[in-house]
């Protein structure tokens, strides 16, 4: 799977946009970005994946750079409950089994602020 | 809430003994991880199921180790002769897999603490 970078922490105020990047330039045509965010001491939640177009859910939105090598996680009015470990992962598509596993990396820790 | 359960969730265990974690996914969910989750770190992936097959294990997972999922529904991850190196949070995921789309649902977490 392709190796991704992030930030290691964000602020943000609450009630304003948080929009976090993620670079994955060795991502390959077959590979999808997912975004997972961990809330201290719980288990990781999904947000949002896509491939190549950008993805909106009740969540947040994803937005993938035409040459897919970077992304942005946003979320459109963070409130303190936002605040969370966010990752993102690259991985290869359900069918192919050597590629099941997730790789996280350390993450982007976004505190929101009052 | 996704479904997934874990259980226990919190586990205290003396060097050397024996342990056994229980993990139960989303109903119908064929595929079940196991990651192990350390502080500071992401988590890390164990092993995974297909119903009742274990089709990959990390080199994480020492022989110490061992996963079952007998009947393609739960699973158990058993520790045997722990180390204080085991001490870690033990999270499992499920997943229905379809013809591309595959996305991982995971539990609360058993965290274990090996004195």
């Known amino acids: 799977d392709a190796k991704t970078t992030q930030p290691p922490s964000m602020d943000c105020a609450e009630g304003r946009a948080a929009n976090l990047p993620c670079n994955h330039s060795?991502?390959?045509?077959?590979?999808?970005v997912y975004w997972y965010r961990q809330i201290h001491s719980q288990g990781p939640q999904y947000i949002i994946h896509?491939?190549?177009n950008n993805e909106t859910n009740e969540m947040a939105s994803l937005i993938i750079t035409e040459d897919r090598k970077s992304s942005t996680l946003i979320l459109p009015h963070a409130t303190l409950r936002d605040t969370a470990v966010y990752y993102c992962i690259v991985r290869v598509g359900a069918g192919e089994t050597s590629g099941s596993r997730l790789t996280f990396g350390e993450g982007t820790q976004l505190t929101v602020n009052p | 809430d996704t479904g997934v359960s874990q259980d226990p969730r919190h586990k205290i265990t003396k060097r050397g003994q024996n342990v056994t974690f229980r993990c139960d996914p989303i109903?119908?969910?064929?595929?079940l991880y196991w990651y192990r989750q350390t502080l500071g770190q992401g988590p890390e992936f164990l092993t995974y199921?297909?119903?009742?097959?274990?089709?990959?294990k990390s080199r994480l997972l020492s022989d110490r180790f061992s996963a079952e999922r007998p009947k393609g529904s739960f699973s158990t991850l058993e520790i045997q002769r722990t180390e204080q190196g085991d001490s870690a949070m033990y999270l499992c995921?499920?997943?229905?897999?379809?013809?591309?789309?595959?996305?991982?649902?995971f539990g609360p977490g058993t965290r274990l603490l090996v004195l």
């Open positions: 995921a499920s997943s229905l897999v379809t013809s591309s789309q595959e996305t991982q649902y």
């Open positions: 199921f297909q119903n009742e097959a274990q089709l990959e």
């Open positions: 896509g491939l190549k």
């Open positions: 109903s119908e969910h064929n595929r």
């Open positions: 060795t991502i390959s045509g077959n590979e999808y």
